[in-house]
């Protein structure tokens, strides 16, 4: 008896956890109960596609077959009482990434402004189904849109360099949360990570480093060679593969500094000649592009032509953050400029962004670069919200990423004895759930030139694909939230209450995910062992 009611028991908590009632993150606009029966999900069902949506039609299919083993058939034309999960583009959805999510007994239909509308609409009935191979869809009608155009994820792969499987991987998770946006950091102090063939020491020099500081900048180096790089056969794969889920990926190369790796790799590159290192430490150097020296422009333009090759985002991140002067202040070249020292960056920032206009893309900088940036220059604020909400109001495009909400390498409780990452700063789920990328506190004017907003995870002291992903969630869900739920739909304590049915998906696809939320999942204290 005892073992019958354990199963009993046991059978009644699957149910319960695989019922399907539409509670997903990110939370959509607007969701109505329908009357009448349940779809009923079984073998019988076809997915019905046209041709401009089989790529979709086989996410799907591929999602229903892992969550519930069901091998649906994908099929053009529906046939006549045949039950089934249509996908369309049609007019009647206004938002290009919009989408209308109808069930009833006869069928699902999934209704988008666009292939990306339907994606998202395909998310959303994977995120609200289970395991088994039955299941009932409670009819329903889901009107659904995000509130922001770029909703990003950031992800530095120079400090530590991951494997292209981990850089996909790390994209599928952008898709499960509605992400249309990859920020590739590949360049910085510690590892150039992208092939220039124009510029091979880039690669043979610079993706190499002899040792690396262990800790947080002490005394101690490791000794041990580090490095690796993608190839532009591998970056290609990687774009095609964020494309195929509707996410475009937006590279940064990191200048005028951020660049001892193109330095170590060719030293007449900057203002003393060197002799240069592929980094060790964490931080800013002071030794950076010598921007008087018309060869550093040459380099630019040459590298920049094969990332955009690579690349077709429209936006290239160019960096422009944490630019030390001194060198610039000593070199005769960049003297011979005759601009005082605040103006020498702008002037490289110019030159820069009049290039990647002339081949129609568009300049990205960290918020360092408004100072005397183009008109048109879009900039990323990472030094809290306040810079991004002034660019906002001179008129230039925001992206909101500041530290004191984004910056997901930062602890997420405030005892880090047990924590993996060494990184200081403290952002708990709840925090990031509160940012709010366009308050009513900008003028309208200014709300309209708030893209979205993103969170970076910056590597200096993740050093592997799971640390990155528990560093990642479950704020990255949090933040999904932000980017795609308008404000007034927002309700914290409901928001984790979806979220603790989405990590029964974190766990099905393998992900490693933080579980101070929920301590009886939790590894017990060391000295318990």
């Known amino acids: ?43 019988e069902v076809r997915i019905v596609a046209p041709e401009g949506l089989r790529r979709e039609a086989a996410f799907l299919h591929d999602y229903l077959q892992e969550l519930t083993g069901l091998d649906l058939s994908v099929i053009s034309r529906r046939e006549k009482k045949e039950r089934c999960i249509a996908l369309s583009v049609s007019p009647k959805v206004s938002e ?70 981990f850089v996909k991987k790390f994209i599928d998770l952008l898709a499960m949360h509605n992400m249309n946006i990859f920020h590739w950091h590949i360049t910085d102090d510690q590892g150039w990570r992208i092939e220039i063939e124009k510029w091979p020491r880039l690669v043979s020099v610079g993706s190499q480093r002899t040792g690396t500081i262990i800790g947080t900048n002490s005394d101690i180096d490791d000794e041990q060679p580090y490095g690796g790089y993608y190839t532009k056969a591998e970056a290609r794969e990687i774009v095609s593969y964020a494309a195929e889920r509707h996410i475009t990926v937006v590279p940064e190369i990191d200048m005028p500094g951020h660049m001892l790796t193109a330095l170590a790799s060719y030293p007449e590159l900057g203002c ?28 630019v333009e040459d590298v920049l032509t094969e990332i ?119 952002i708990p789920i709840e925090k ?17 030139h708030i893209l979205g907003t993103q969170a970076n995870l910056w590597s200096e002291h993740m050093t592997t694909p799971s640390m990155v992903e528990y560093q990642a969630l479950p704020r990255m869900s949090a933040l999904a939230e932000v980017q795609w739920t308008q404000p007034d739909r927002k309700d914290y304590d409901k928001f984790i209450s979806r979220l603790t ?29």
Request: one cysteine or more; glycine letters at 8%; charged letters at 20%.
């Open 1 to 43: 008896m005892r073992r019958f009611l354990l199963t009993f028991w046991a059978v009644i908590c699957c149910l319960v956890a695989w019922a399907v009632d539409y509670e997903v993150v990110p939370l959509p606009q607007r969701v109505e109960n329908q009357k009448g029966a349940p779809f009923v999900l079984n073998a």
């Open 96 to 165: 290009k990434e919009g989408y209308l999510l109808t069930v009833s007994q006869r069928s699902v239909t999934i209704e988008g402004g666009s292939a990306a509308g339907v994606f998202y609409g395909i998310q959303t009935l994977r995120k609200s189904i289970g395991g088994g191979t039955f299941q009932e869809l409670p009819a329903v009608m889901i009107s659904d849109a995000p509130r922001f155009s770029w909703r990003g994820m950031h992800l530095d792969c120079s400090r530590h360099f991951f494997p292209v499987s």
């Open 272 to 299: 003393t000649g060197g002799p240069y290192q592929v980094g060790h430490y964490w931080g800013v150097y002071k030794d950076v592009l010598c921007v008087g020296n018309e060869k550093v422009y040459q380099f």
């Open 308 to 426: 955009m090759n690579i690349f077709p985002s429209e936006v290239i991140h160019i960096g422009g953050d944490e630019t030390p002067t001194e060198k610039w202040e000593v070199c005769p070249k960049c003297q011979a400029l005759g601009l005082p020292k605040d103006r020498i960056q702008a002037h490289f920032t110019q030159r820069v962004f009049n290039f990647l206009t002339a081949h129609h893309r568009r300049a990205l900088g960290w918020d360092e670069i408004l100072e005397g940036s183009p008109e048109d220059a879009m900039i990323m604020s990472w030094r809290g919200t306040d810079p991004g909400a002034k660019a906002a109001e001179a008129g230039h495009d925001v992206v909101m990423a500041p530290t004191t909400y984004c910056y997901f390498d930062y602890q997420q409780v405030k005892d880090v004895l047990f924590e993996p990452s060494r990184c200081g700063g403290y």
């Open 432 to 448: 990031v759930y509160t940012l709010d990328p366009a308050p009513d506190s900008l003028s309208v004017e200014a709300r309209q």
């Open 501 to 529: 049915r989405l990590t029964q998906l974190f766990e099905r696809e393998g992900y490693t995910y933080a579980k101070h939320l929920w301590p009886d999942r939790q590894m017990p204290s060391r000295w318990q062992f």
